[in-house]
């Protein structure tokens, strides 16, 4: 569920870096910092309506990925009414994924097609499932120059996944000193924002080297004119985790 999203981009000209000169550099250097797949994390997110009414929800996730195959289990942790309600998303290489809901209440699994109208029915709005663990080759990517953001000069990059054209292109915002990733900017089909996601609180990953990952991010739905708060709790590297970690278990209250 909490969908983090990165790419990058071909340049049009020659790049002011170290052995680096094109935007695919880039983008491998701000990807592989990022835990994204075979993990475990604890999240809290805070839905706030423009209104400024909001709502807090806490999330125990797992994430995996085996032979192509990416697996999402969230388990719902807060409030209290909703706990125990379980999310697992299955997708396929090569064919429609699946998405399995889980409600204690009743007892009962509903299964259906992880279609691009389904996953937004059970999309936070945040996703860890991004472009970082796809296939590069699958993504078309443009340079569009330099820019600061919060008082640090960023790289603009520019990516379009060819195999869901109907999302449009998302802009990424990479720290040129760090190659983090700032801010992602995601665009509908027309070319009209659809969402703008910030990251920060950057925190190194102790058991794994190289590994720096954002602990906090605010993610504008611009149409809905909403916007979350999502707090990372805990994440750690789960390379054990297998088919069995993803299937739906009762819970016991």
């Not at 994204?36 to 009414?53: D, P, R, V, W, Y």
């Not at 915002?173 to 924002?193: M, V």
Request: hydrophobic share 35%; with cysteine.
């Amino acid at each position: 569920m909490l969908k983090l999203k990165f790419a990058v981009l071909f340049v049009a000209f020659s790049l002011p870096l170290m052995g680096q000169n094109n935007a695919g550099d880039i983008f491998e250097k701000a990807a592989n910092q990022l835990l994204t797949e075979n993990l475990e994390l604890s999240l809290e997110i805070k839905e706030i309506a423009s209104n400024g009414k909001f709502k807090e929800k806490q999330y125990n996730v797992l994430i995996g990925k085996s032979e192509g195959i990416e697996r999402t289990k969230t388990v719902v942790q807060h409030p209290p009414k909703l706990k125990g309600i379980t999310i697992v998303i299955t997708d396929y290489p090569e064919e429609t994924g699946l998405i399995e809901i889980f409600t204690p209440a009743n007892g009962k699994i509903r299964k259906m097609k992880a279609t691009s109208k389904n996953m937004e029915l059970v999309n936070s709005g945040v996703s860890i499932s991004n472009y970082a663990s796809k296939d590069r080759s699958q993504l078309t990517f443009d340079f569009k120059g330099t820019e600061e953001f919060d008082g640090k000069s960023c790289y603009k990059l520019q990516v379009i996944d060819n195999l869901d054209l109907e999302n449009g292109k998302t802009l990424y915002f990479i720290e040129k000193n760090t190659y983090r990733i700032l801010k992602i900017i995601a665009f509908n089909k027309d070319g009209t924002e659809k969402s703008i996601t910030t990251y920060s609180d950057f925190q190194v990953i102790g058991q794994l080297k190289g590994k720096t990952q954002p602990m906090f991010m605010v993610n504008k739905d611009i149409k809905k004119a909403k916007h979350n708060e999502i707090k990372i709790l805990k994440i750690k590297p789960r390379p054990d985790l297998n088919e069995e970690n993803f299937t739906i278990e009762p819970v016991v209250n």
